[in-house]
């Protein structure tokens, strides 16, 4: 491991101000990405920030009806919430279905969707890797892909972003609170996270010293019927190959709105806006639960690879997308 210096900031502002003016610099919260790759040599920071304590540890409710996460609330803490566990049952759900025990006790709200891919060439340093060593390559491509992107790749990365509970927020609107060096902004979740293009180095669309404050929840009705379904190699401790985040409104067997996002597909949490508009005003069947996977699954591009690829993903996220429906529409809220 690199040696690195470590600072400890008096509040967020000066903890901004100090990773803004070293490249070289990150923040540590929980630790529970970041340490690994540290000891891999994937990060090698010349400063560590910690943030422990400059942000909110409470989840408040807004004027609204909605809820404000604090990004230092525990991954553990966030999913055993009551009123999270009532209004928006995927995502306690999405955080269940993530890591260990121990590691939602470490995890923070801020830290988690931030995670970096777990791509083996990416956490491989004697791999090339354009994410991780821009310009590079991308050993993936013609490599081992089982676990790779079918939407929004680009010759230049073929990785996919890891958080389950990212998944959720993208499927529940929200919104983040971010606070740089000298301003303070609001993001859609949805667009916090970057398709590779020709830069996937970049994440976010975070500038580097911005760091989240919170993660705002709005009121939505609907979310009360939700639900989140993993498919994975184990059944514990292991990234998905692919997941669905769902919710919906029901009227008199017809889906009057829906609000759906993949996960293990894409280099960000894929939201899948032709889903949602090929459900409205559907009837709650199988088949338009079908077509509603067909429509946004147009533009899939499976890959190739040593272990055959992983074209098998789009008929295995249309079954999770018709069971997490089916779910979800075959009982009245």
Excluded at 36 to 41: A, E, Q, R, V, Y
Excluded at 143 to 162: K, M
Excluded at 178 to 183: A, E, F, K, Q, W
Excluded at 184 to 199: C, D, M, N, Y
Aim: aromatic fraction near 4%; include cysteine; glycine fraction near 8%.
């Amino acid at each position: 491991m690199k040696p690195f210096a470590y600072h400890t900031p008096i509040d967020a502002r000066t903890a901004a101000r100090t990773v803004a003016s070293d490249p070289k610099a990150v923040f540590l919260a929980g630790g529970t990405n970041l340490v690994d790759h540290l000891k891999l040599g994937v990060a090698e920071p010349d400063l560590l920030v910690d943030i422990t304590g400059l942000t909110s540890e409470e989840i408040t409710e807004d004027d609204h009806g909605g809820l404000r996460i604090g990004a230092a609330v525990r991954n553990s803490d966030l999913a055993a919430d009551h009123r999270v566990r009532e209004r928006y049952p995927v995502l306690a759900q999405a955080l269940l279905n993530g890591a260990s025990g121990q590691l939602r006790n470490m995890a923070t709200t801020g830290g988690n969707p931030l995670q970096r891919t777990r791509c083996v060439y990416f956490q491989d340093v004697t791999t090339p890797c354009n994410k991780r060593d821009p310009g590079s390559g991308c050993a993936a491509l013609g490599g081992y892909t089982r676990y790779h992107a079918i939407l929004g790749a680009s010759e230049h990365c073929v990785a996919t972003h890891p958080s389950d509970m990212a998944v959720a927020l993208a499927a529940l609107d929200a919104q983040v609170r971010v606070l740089g060096p000298d301003r303070e902004r609001t993001i859609p979740f949805v667009a916090l996270h970057r398709l590779p293009g020709e830069h996937p180095e970049r994440d976010t669309v975070l500038d580097h010293g911005e760091l989240i404050l919170s993660i705002d929840l709005p009121p939505l009705p609907l979310a009360a019927r939700s639900a989140y379904r993993k498919v994975r190699d184990r059944a514990s401790y292991a990234f998905a190959l692919v997941s669905v985040a769902a919710a919906v409104e029901m009227d008199d067997g017809v889906v009057r709105d829906a609000r759906i996002a993949f996960g293990g597909v894409a280099h960000k949490p894929w939201r899948a806006h032709r889903a949602e508009r090929a459900l409205r005003g559907a009837p709650a069947t199988d088949d338009s639960y079908r077509a509603a996977a067909r429509a946004e699954l147009a533009d899939a591009r499976p890959l190739g690879g040593l272990d055959g690829g992983n074209a098998f993903k789009v008929p295995m996220l249309t079954g999770a997308l018709v069971s997490t429906l089916r779910e979800l529409t075959g009982k009245e809220a």
